[in-house]
Nanobody, 124 residues
Framework: QVQLVESGGGSVQGGGSLRLSCVAS?????MGWFRQAPGKEREGVAC????????YYGDSVKGRFTISQDSAKNTVYLQMNSLKPEDTATYSC????????????????????WGQGTQVTVSS
């Protein structure tokens, strides 16, 4: 399994920005970001095909969040702008070597490696 370590979470006021990082022990074909708020189901945020550079986003974050990669550093980023209180959640990075981010946002069951998560709190 791939080891994933997230960082960059924190507390920010509404309208602010944060950039999350996910460092992988080995870069995988499909990388994704998910989030889960207390009492809610896990939600797909974004995915990236690291070879084709295709990207997909959840409807709630389109136009505000951007997923990107630095393959030299085995790192995937999630730039989050115009943050809202409803973005408050634990954000987790996920990886799989299967091609799943080529026709839309890949669901959580497609991934086989997960990070521990990083907390993002947005105040109003």
């Amino acid at each position: 399994q791939v080891q994933l370590v997230e960082s960059g979470g924190g507390s920010v006021q509404g309208g602010g920005s944060l950039r999350l990082s996910c460092v992988a022990s080995v870069f995988s074909r499909t990388m994704g970001w998910f989030r889960q708020a207390p009492g809610k189901e896990r939600e797909g945020v974004a995915c990236l095909d690291t070879r084709a550079d295709s990207k997909y986003y959840g409807d709630s974050v389109k136009g505000r969040f951007t997923i990107s990669q630095d393959s030299a550093k085995n790192t995937v980023y999630l730039q989050m702008n115009s943050l809202k209180p409803e973005d408050t959640a634990t954000y987790s990075c996920a990886a799989t070597n299967t091609i799943w981010c080529n026709a839309g946002l890949a669901s959580a069951r497609r991934y086989n490696s997960w990070g521990q998560g990083t907390q993002v709190t947005v105040s109003s």
